[in-house]
């Protein structure tokens, strides 16, 4: 399953390496963790079974609204345009979230607000593609590893 969520996310242009990226810009000042560590993290967030469902539920659901199988009009043109109030693409993404703590969370809401890196070309709205739920599951990935280094590091 793992690989099947890294190949579905590499066919929708994020490779590993982007997302370590987004690690790396949360850690910015806190921690510096290596390349290899903060890639790790990812590896490992993925790896969990609950990320997985995620990330191919969202997935799936931005290709579906692509090639207009939603038949409701009213959720197509929501998902179409990530209308803003919408909400679930980001419910979905607090689920990666809840696995890695209250800190996971305030990431999450970090880098949702700023979209940085690979977040912000996902999040640009070009025509035909949608990446309603990709955006925040990226997002939701990347504060999760960022937690889970945070969580191993000593204090005291």
Do not use: W
């Amino acid at each position: 399953m793992y690989f099947r969520c890294i190949e579905l996310l590499e066919s929708r242009g994020v490779k590993i390496d982007d997302i370590v990226e987004c690690v790396a810009y949360l850690q910015k000042g806190y921690d510096l963790s290596s390349t290899a560590v903060m890639r790790e993290a990812v590896e490992n967030v993925i790896r969990k079974r609950e990320v997985q469902h995620a990330i191919i539920t969202g997935v799936y659901l931005d290709m579906a609204t692509e090639r207009k199988e939603i038949k409701d009009d009213y959720l197509y043109h929501i998902l179409a345009s990530d209308y803003s109030l919408y909400g679930v693409d980001e419910v979905l993404a607090y689920g990666i979230c809840n696995l890695y703590g209250s800190i996971a969370l305030t990431n999450f809401g970090y880098i949702d607000k700023d979209k940085p890196c690979i977040i912000k070309s996902l999040n640009s709205k070009v025509d035909g593609v949608c990446n309603t739920f990709l955006d925040d599951i990226v997002g939701a990935i990347a504060a999760s590893a960022a937690s889970r280094i945070a969580h191993g590091v000593k204090i005291l």
